[in-house]
Nanobody, 128 residues
Framework: QVQLEESGGGSVQAGGSLTLSCARS????????MGWFRQVPGNKVREGVA?????????YYADSVKGRFSISRDNAENTVTLEMNSLKPGDPGMYYC????????????????????WGQGTLVIVSP
């Protein structure tokens, strides 16, 4: 079983930056991609914002975060990091780390059946 633990959430002013980390532990994940979803308070739908193929480093971004967010991985440490810059009022929410396959199907969209494990989430607050 794979466990995912997010960290790095917090409160920041609009235009500021935050870096989120996801630490993976346990058995080997079935699939090769890890990514981040966010869920706005009051909204039941999670949106995939970024993902990375841990085999080759290929990255995927939602249009809403392109040029502002950067995802990276450290395979030796089993971590994936999401660097968020130029944060906007539309960026706050719970950010969840997930493992899965076919990230092109869920980045910029809702979760699919290709997602396997989820973390508990970390909260990002952006103040005006």
């Amino acid at each position: 079983q794979v466990q995912l633990e997010e960290s790095g959430g917090g409160s920041v002013q609009a235009g500021g930056s935050l870096t989120l980390s996801c630490a993976r532990s346990g058995s080997v994940t079935r699939r090769n991609s890890m990514g981040w979803f966010r869920q706005v308070p009051g909204n039941k739908v999670r949106e995939g914002v970024a993902a990375i193929d841990t085999r080759n480093g290929v990255t995927y971004y939602a249009d809403s975060v392109k040029g502002r967010f950067s995802i990276s991985r450290d395979n030796a440490e089993n971590t994936v990091t999401l660097e968020m810059n130029s944060l906007k009022p539309g960026d706050p929410g719970m950010y969840y780390c997930a493992t899965g396959g076919f990230p092109g199907l869920w980045v910029g969209s809702a979760p699919t059946a290709a997602l396997d494990e989820w973390g508990q989430g970390t909260l990002v607050i952006v103040s005006p």
